[in-house]
């Protein structure tokens, strides 16, 4: 079977519908919150990020010392 499809303006030009229920583009409307993050949320994340570097920071510094060590027992 063929599959024919059509748009609205078509479907009510060909009969197939008596009217159109939204003939109007969507329109962009300014909302206070819309796609805004909360604070808090914001927050916790920086927070998050901020501590996830100072422990890569640590665990660096700790691997040196390690080398270090090694290379002093390998050393002797």
Do not use: C, H, Y
Request: no cysteine; proline share 3%; charged share 35%.
């Amino acid at each position: 079977a063929k599959e024919t499809w059509l748009d609205a303006k078509t479907a009510k030009n060909m009969g197939f519908i008596d009217e159109i229920m939204f003939d109007e583009d969507n329109k962009i409307v300014a909302s206070f919150n819309s796609g805004v993050i909360p604070p808090q949320i914001i927050n916790k994340l920086r927070n998050e990020f901020k501590n996830n570097k100072e422990e890569k920071q640590i665990n660096e510094k700790e691997l040196e010392i390690a080398k270090a060590k090694l290379n002093l027992q390998l050393n002797l």
